[in-house]
């Protein structure tokens, strides 16, 4: 447990035991491990990468890189590690279920983890109606996968996505993303039938009321369907039940049942994407349950497993049951580690009062936050603190405080943030930095975020 500003110095095993902490300034003492001598030059440069760091180890809140540094992680791989690094009891499900069974192809035989897993999904389903899976590899296989069963189960074709989007950057799921240009400029011609109507961003619009958002929000998309794509050839609307990569924004109260309602009249199906708000994310098992609305299909992936390459779909059994047998599968679909770990995980949830700890550490957050919007020093960067749980975004500027469109003051505070030894992302094509801590996050570490962000912020606000 080095202290903030120190590193860790030359480690010989991997054991946390044999660390001892040294001044970050002292590079003799530090295992110099240049990015040359791990080939990074070899690596695609299409990855957006937020430091040169080497990753060596991960334990709880923590990282540690190949140099020594170890680093305060409000990332978790963007949402995947959500129990914290190296998780001992998912770690010890995983390593026992490589002694047993590594890989059992779907399409030959069922995989007991993968039965046992579905067993100890269905009583946590937002809605008993969602008692059929299946499981692929990562969020944007199984976004598609929703795509798929849409179409077969309503013989249409036509989807709804949100703008601010983001579904993956597979070659369908790129059609969906509507969040940055990045994702698909270059790659087209993307999937046809793919049309964008808002999502309600309060912040941003309406002057932050949140009515008059979702109002205009459900008008635009009554609107598409009246002007672009008609009921009859519109299979689903799918929409982030909290908008991740467009800005950490939760929904106003009513939108997604209002949308529900759309869809009920028209046939449509709705289809919410939890890959990154789903499993305790925002202090809710799934963050449907904070708006009491039963999707049609729900999208699974990141903290299922806790870092291992699962994903999945949930839907009624009569709609699953229309893809003919052969039209799903996927080699490595569902993987047996990957369940053995994703079970673990659910014990977690129960054994360790996750859903709690994540209720005290968000209001310990929020109070942070909310005091640098309050604060004579600070508060005349900060537009909105918004999110549940401890999926919540710092938004500088915007709304009433005008435009933020490319916005600096967020990657400038993220800057400081990493150099202080804290991971943190920034958001949206607005000035939007998100924080994603594990959900077993301690007191004391969530203290030494809020005390690495103030310091940040206040940075910022005084170099103007
Ligand atoms: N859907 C949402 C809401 C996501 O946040 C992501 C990834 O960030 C995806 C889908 C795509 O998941 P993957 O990167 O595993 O393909």
């Not at 946390?16 to 990074?40: H, I, R, Y």
């Not at 400029?185 to 808002?198: D, K, M, Q, R, T």
């Not at 700890?357 to 942070?368: G, P």
């Amino acid at each position: 447990n080095c202290p903030r500003g120190t590193n860790i110095a030359a480690q010989t095993t991997h054991h946390q035991s044999d660390t001892t902490c040294t001044n970050s300034k002292g590079p003799e003492e530090v295992k110099m491990s240049s990015l040359a001598q791990f080939g990074t030059n070899h690596i695609a440069k299409g990855i957006g990468r937020l430091t040169t760091h080497v990753l060596e180890r991960g334990s709880g809140s923590y990282v540690y890189t190949t140099e020594g540094k170890k680093l305060l992680d409000f990332t978790m791989g963007i949402g995947v590690t959500n129990l914290g690094h190296c998780h001992p009891k998912v770690t010890k499900a995983a390593q026992d279920q490589v002694g047993k069974l590594v890989h059992g192809q779907v399409n030959i035989a069922f995989q007991e983890p993968q039965l046992r897993l579905i067993e100890k999904l269905l009583p946590i389903m937002p809605d008993k109606s969602l008692d059929t899976f299946f499981f692929w590899n990562s969020g944007s296989e199984a976004v598609e996968a929703s795509v798929k069963l849409a179409r077969q189960a309503t013989g249409r074709q036509n989807i709804i996505v949100m703008q601010g989007s983001y579904h993956g950057r597979t070659m369908g799921t790129m059609a969906m993303t509507r969040s940055k240009t990045v994702y698909s400029a270059g790659f087209h011609p993307l999937i046809p039938g793919v049309y964008a109507s808002p999502f309600p961003y309060t912040h941003q619009f309406h002057n932050g009321n949140a009515q008059d958002c979702s109002d205009n929000a459900i008008k635009e998309l009554e609107i598409m369907l009246l002007t672009q794509t008609a009921p009859k050839d519109t299979a689903a609307i799918i929409i982030e039940t909290v908008l991740g990569e467009g800005g950490y924004v939760p929904p106003p109260p009513d939108f997604l049942k209002r949308v529900r309602e759309i869809c009920d009249k028209h046939g449509i199906l709705l289809i919410l994407d939890e890959v990154q708000s789903g499993f305790g994310r925002t202090g809710k098992m799934f963050a449907v349950e904070h708006y009491g609305v039963r999707p049609d299909v729900m999208v699974m992936a990141k903290g299922i497993a806790n870092g291992f390459p699962i994903s999945g779909i949930v839907s009624r059994k009569e709609l699953m049951d229309l893809q003919p047998p052969g039209s799903m599968g996927g080699t490595y679909a569902g993987n047996a580690v990957a369940c053995a770990a994703g079970l673990a995980v659910l014990d977690a949830f129960k054994e360790e009062k996750v859903l709690d700890n994540v209720a005290a550490r968000s209001k310990q957050l929020f109070d942070c936050l909310h005091g640098l919007q309050k604060s004579e020093k600070t508060g005349h960067l900060i537009g909105d603190v918004r999110g549940l749980g401890l999926m919540v975004a710092l938004e500088f500027g915007g709304g009433s405080k005008g435009d933020n469109i490319g916005g600096k003051i967020g990657s400038r505070v993220q800057n400081k943030c990493v150099e202080k030894g804290m991971l943190v992302l920034t958001t949206s094509i607005y000035d939007t930095l998100r924080f994603i801590p594990n959900l077993l996050i301690s007191e004391e570490e969530m203290s030494e975020a809020c005390e690495i962000i103030t310091e940040s912020v206040e940075e910022v606000a005084r170099e103007g």
